[in-house]
């Protein structure tokens, strides 16, 4: 296989106008063009399964070959194996070599494109290494707890944000597929499914949080070519294409990953400079693999390692200014805040020398990205357009966040995207502010009023509708730059919530850190995760409120099926709204994924509609829900009283 300079691939993969950048001549790095994710390509007659090919109804195949040419059925084939390559890295000016799981043959896995009311196949191949015995602890010979991580080739797949089915075929994390076994899913993508951005990786409880790491994740973007009509919403896609300068669905992903490789000694031990960052000697080869070192909550600021856009670490990126892009901002890392800005670069000159510490790092931030802020328009957050379009300068990303901001850059330059940790880290004093990429607008447009540019493009864009919708929506716009035309779901209000009388459900984060006698725990309402369990019992088709705190570090929470949508983030203390800060813009947003601080109470509303079943809600920090941080929650039927009808199992 031929692969460029980096490791991450062959060919310059952009479709779009941000294209492979001439970089800079000022800078002394090596170029390294930014990448889109190349589009998995379907099996283009049939949805055989390459282990079982004879495996199906012949008399169906017919039909089945239909349906695929008419676009209802689409099928796919997602290997996972480990594959070599390298990783730039700008502490050392070199190039890393890497060996790590991946989703295909290059370690940017490919973008998996969905339409509503279309039957997706995904044929998951697990190629890793076997692991004999992976279950065993080998000090005792018994089997590890649950919630001790454990068998890390072991996978499944899971649709993140995705309003599906959760059993079955379907978005079922709780199946395990072993090195060796291959397994077709099968989504059944509701006609009403909004579209928007997804993404997908493994979520088998205990190797989540090391396959992520390795890097196994990959954007799922629902295609939305749906106008609004007077009757209902539309996609926001419709709105946008034709005044975008990235139109197309692939170039747009900006796949975010932090993985912690690392390369060890003759005893297992991490490789480390006397400055304790993580290194490389020639002929080591970085691995993720150690769970305990890898994923301690210091080890990411510690390694020195860095930030990637779409596989590759401090990417180029070419723009014109006066454009309009979007980028659908994956956060596909597993633990870390990141706070991502655009700014325009100050000094220049400053950008490129050798980094010898995290303090460097920082110093050199505060060096060049100086100029005035790039705003970034958010339109949509996890996948699911804003009621109003938010302006920011500072994007609040956590792990399994997504966000669509639209940008404009304002003039010619070089502008630096960087992470401006700025304090607000987790961890106390391992502020770590780092330079994730460039981007080098060459032209002679000048935007001096942004905002003004985006409500003019979207304008542009509304003035392509018929009918009275088109007045709709270009009222809208002109208020505020107001979405409602594209929102996805109606909101829930008092009346809703309060017809179905059902208690609040609460759920609550407790982290224990380790001491000399035990090990750390990880609870949601004081209990850790047993499979056996059954915590929530929801009924298919009502509406309820969830309230959500922590005691003591903030946890994303994520749950898998229904979005929920935000009525209030309130202080604990002063019992005033926050609506500032990591929170802002978002109170009636709709989301999947949201950051419970400890200082504040949150209520979400939720609707169970359509799908019934066993699924799981959980801390997106993915180690700590392969550590027990991670609830079994089921919808159920209601019986003839509007009480849970009982189940046949558990
Ligand atoms: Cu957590």
């Known amino acids: 296989m031929v692969r460029n300079r980096n490791g991450w691939g062959g060919a310059a993969l952009l479709g779009t106008s941000l294209m492979l950048a ?23 007659q049939s949805p055989r399964d390459p282990a079982k090919p004879k495996g199906y109804n012949l008399l169906s195949m017919g039909a089945l070959t239909q349906a695929i040419q008419q676009g209802r059925e689409i099928h796919y084939i997602l290997p996972i194996h480990y594959t070599d390559g390298t990783i730039y890295n700008p502490a050392t000016g070199t190039d890393d ?75 079922n994390v709780l199946l ?125 600021g510690e390694s020195g390692r860095y930030t990637m856009f779409n596989g590759t670490v401090r990417p180029q990126m070419a723009a014109k200014p006066g454009q309009l892009y979007r980028w659908r901002l994956i956060h596909a890392g597993v633990e870390e805040t990141i706070n991502l800005r655009i700014r325009k670069i100050g000094n220049v000159a400053r950008v490129a020398s050798l980094l010898k510490s995290v303090k460097e790092q920082e110093q050199e931030v505060l060096r060049a990205c100086t100029g005035a802020d ?11 357009t804003r009621p109003s379009v938010y302006a920011k300068s500072v994007n609040n990303l956590q792990p399994g966040y997504r966000s669509d901001i639209l940008f404009v850059l304002p003039e010619a330059g070089r502008y630096c995207v960087y992470d401006d940790s700025d304090g607000k880290d987790q961890v106390a004093g391992e502020d770590n502010a780092k330079i994730i990429g460039f981007i ?4 002679t447009d000048k935007v001096p009023d942004t905002t003004k540019f985006v409500q003019d493009k979207l304008l542009e864009g509304a003035a392509r509708l018929t009918g009275p919708v088109r007045d709709t929506v270009t009222a809208d716009i002109n208020d505020g730059l107001k979405l409602t035309k594209y929102v996805p779901h109606a909101t829930i209000t008092d009346a809703e919530i309060a017809k179905w009388k059902q208690p609040d459900v609460n759920i609550q984060f407790n982290l224990i850190g380790s001491t000399a006698t035990s090990p750390a725990q990880f609870l949601i309402n004081g209990k850790e995760y047993d ?33 929920f949508q935000i009525v209030s983030i309130v202080d604990k203390v002063t019992k ?17 994924t949201l950051i419970t601080a400890t200082n504040v109470e949150i209520t979400l509303r939720t ?29 159920v039927l209601p019986d003839g009283e509007g009480k849970p009808m009982p189940q046949g199992h558990h």
């Open 576 to 592: 005033k709204e926050v609506t500032d800060g990591i929170y802002a813009g978002m109170k009636g947003t709709w989301k999947d």
């Open 531 to 563: 499979p056996e369990v059954v915590n929530q019992t929801l009924i298919l088709g009502t509406a309820q409120q969830w309230v959500l705190s922590s005691l003591n570090v903030s946890h994303p929470f994520h749950i898998h099926v229904n979005p």
């Open 607 to 635: 609707r169970y509609n359509r799908y019934i079943g066993e699924y799981v809600l959980h801390c997106h920090i993915l180690d700590h829900e392969d550590q027990g941080m991670m609830q079994n929650v089921q919808i």
């Open 22 to 44: 001439a970089c800079g001549s000022v800078s002394a790095e090596p170029p390294r063009p930014l990448q889109a994710p190349a589009l998995l390509q379907p099996e283009a």
């Open 374 to 384: 790039v705003t970034q328009y958010e339109v949509a957050t996890d996948g699911l």
């Open 97 to 171: 070599k890497v060996r790590l799981r991946s989703y295909g043959d290059k370690f940017l896995a490919p973008t998996i494109l969905m339409q509503p009311g279309q039957t997706v196949r995904i044929s998951l191949l697990n190629q890793l290494d076997p692991e004999p015995n992976c279950n065993i602890d080998p000090s005792t010979g018994k089997p590890w707890p649950t919630n001790h991580p454990h068998c890390f080739n072991n996978t499944n797949l899971h649709s993140h944000g995705l309003w599906v089915s959760p059993t079955g075929n379907s978005d």
């Open 440 to 443: 080098d607008a060459v032209g």
């Open 176 to 300: 395990n597929i072993e090195p060796g076994v291959n397994f077709q899913y099968e989504y059944n993508v509701p006609e009403d499914h909004p579209a928007g951005t997804f993404w997908y990786h493994p979520h088998k409880h205990g190797s989540t949080a090391m396959q992520v790491g390795s890097g196994m994740a990959g954007a799922l973007v629902i295609k939305g070519e749906r106008p609004p009509t007077e009757q209902s919403n539309g996609d926001l896609d419709t709105l946008l294409q034709p005044v975008l300068a990235n139109a197309d669905y692939g170039g747009q992903v900006m796949l975010i990953q932090q993985i912690p490789y690392a390369c060890f000694d003759d005893k297992g031990q991490i490789i480390k400079d006397k400055a304790k960052r993580w290194v490389c000697p020639d002929g080591k080869i970085g691995q993720v693999k150690d769970f305990d070192a890898q994923f301690d909550f210091r080890a990411w």
